[in-house]
């Protein structure tokens, strides 16, 4: 990148800020990664939990016929 005129100290200062934005862009990327793993692993959960309910309402579901056919 040009120097565009600046001192050495404003020169540091920008190498300096140019650095730091590429390494909380990295983290950025980071994180963006884990959180989308993370939502991924959640909806897959989410998913199981909503089989056994399903099941477990069959389940209610023949058990009040039972109880039904007891009356």
């Known amino acids: 990148m040009a120097n565009l005129g600046l001192g050495p100290q404003a020169s540091r200062e920008a190498s300096r800020l140019r650095l730091q934005a590429a390494s909380t862009s990295r983290a950025l990327g980071d994180g963006h990664t884990l959180l989308s793993q993370q939502t991924q692993d959640l909806h897959e959960e989410l998913a199981r939990e909503h089989l056994k309910v399903g099941a477990l309402e069959y389940e209610l579901q ?5 109880v039904t ?3």
């Open 69 to 71: 056919n007891y009356s």
């Open 62 to 66: 023949e058990l009040r016929g039972q």
